[in-house]
């Protein structure tokens, strides 16, 4: 068998070791922080939403990324990711908040860029904002740190900054939904496989970045420094 073209594979960096992570989809929740909820104009808790970006919409440690089209109001959420690895004792659907720690392989920072306008603009008309979120080159990524560097994550600051000025400031604690209740309510949708990556929501603070701004952002030992060009 050979391949009529090259397959395209996206994969992270791991933290420590010389082994790459395949990328295989890209889950993201939408408003976890109550704060953020705020901001955005709700203030009940409600069951957490998701939605995806395409696996190769990653960008990892990029340096400069490129102002998308199709928009003038990209807006920053810098995001917690899970990294989901295969169990042998666990099977990744209606995984129980019990199991779910079992399925992370690891930790990541990444900002899940947005096309604020276009989203609110299919937000109107009830229509899918899936390319206010999920266009090319949306989701730049830190590398992977394992689950054994920093164990069960339930704590922990989460910061970007945008020309040296602070925009967003949270903990990991403000979470509405921690990281094995999101496993858990993802589980029950699709079953879960090694090389999944979870953005797990966005504190306060999300706003407009222009070309020629520099973010960085950093969570734990992990960082993301870029340029918008
Ligand atoms: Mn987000």
Same mark, same amino acid.
């Given at each position: 068998m050979s391949f009529a073209f090259k397959p395209t594979i996206t994969t992270i960096p791991i933290i420590g070791s010389e082994q790459e992570f395949p990328v295989r989809r890209v889950y993201c929740v939408g408003r976890n922080y109550a704060d953020h909820a705020k901001e955005m104009g709700h203030s009940e808790r409600e069951a957490p939403f998701f939605f995806m970006k395409p696996a190769d919409a990653i960008v990892v440690n990029p340096e400069t990324m490129c102002y998308p089209s199709m928009t003038n109001q990209l807006h920053h959420e810098i995001e917690l990711v899970i990294a989901i690895r295969? *169990?042998?004792?666990?099977?990744?659907?209606?995984?129980?908040?019990?199991?779910?720690?079992?399925?992370?392989?690891?930790?990541? /920072?990444?900002?899940?860029?947005?096309?604020?306008?276009?989203?609110?603009?299919?937000?109107?008309? *009830?229509?899918?904002?899936?390319?206010?979120?999920?266009?090319?080159?949306?989701?730049?990524? *830190?590398?992977?740190?394992?689950?054994?560097? /920093?164990?069960? /994550?339930?704590?922990? =600051? @989460?910061?970007? *900054?945008? =020309? =040296?000025?602070?925009?967003?400031?949270?903990?990991? =604690?403000?979470? @509405?939904?921690?990281?094995?209740?999101? @496993?858990?309510?993802?589980?029950?949708?699709?079953?879960?496989?090694?090389?999944? /990556?979870?953005f797990t929501g966005t504190p306060s603070g999300v706003d407009e970045i222009k070309k020629g701004q520099t973010i960085f952002a950093n969570s734990f030992d992990l960082n993301l420094n870029f340029k918008i060009t």
């Open positions: 295969d *169990s042998d004792a666990i099977h990744g659907f209606e995984v129980s908040t019990e199991q779910a720690w079992e399925l992370v392989y690891g930790y990541a /920072l990444g900002v899940d860029l947005t096309k604020r306008d276009l989203q609110a603009k299919y937000k109107k008309q *009830s229509r899918p904002w899936d390319l206010a979120k999920g266009f090319d080159q949306s989701a730049p990524i *830190s590398s992977i740190i394992p689950f054994e560097e /920093l164990g069960k /994550l339930t704590d922990g =600051n @989460i910061e970007l *900054s945008v =020309n =040296n000025e602070i925009r967003q400031k949270g903990h990991i =604690n403000q979470m @509405i939904w921690s990281i094995p209740e999101i @496993i858990s309510e993802l589980s029950k949708h699709i079953v879960l496989k090694a090389g999944d /990556l979870i």
